[in-house]
């Protein structure tokens, strides 16, 4: 069986941004003997072929998205993770730095709407 496929539908599928475990609980609705290091080992790899963004934040399992151009909100707050579509820097960069740019990840901090209100 080959789960990366089934992973990979699952991501491409999904409005969120998700852990592996919440990956492996999914997969695991549809087959039941798999287990979470295979999941693991699934992402891992389909990261490293460029088929999904892995998107890391300090104190937090790393999440995992579709590979479509788009940047991240990221609250400081609760974590929430949205996304935002902006004008593709990498021109700019390039034009900066003298160097060719293969990919960005840019996530701006901010707080929620959810977390302003808590704190009102």
Known sequence: MRYEEKILEII???????????????????????????????????????KIRKISLEGCPDRFDKTVKHDHLVCRECGAISDVFLSDITEDIEKQTGIIIDSYDLKISYICPECKKQAQ
């Open 12 to 50: 491409n599928a999904s409005n969120e941004h998700l852990t592996a475990e919440q990956l492996f609980f999914k997969l695991k609705q549809m087959y039941p003997r798999v287990v979470l290091a295979t999941v693991y080992n699934n992402l891992g790899n389909l990261h490293k072929t460029g």
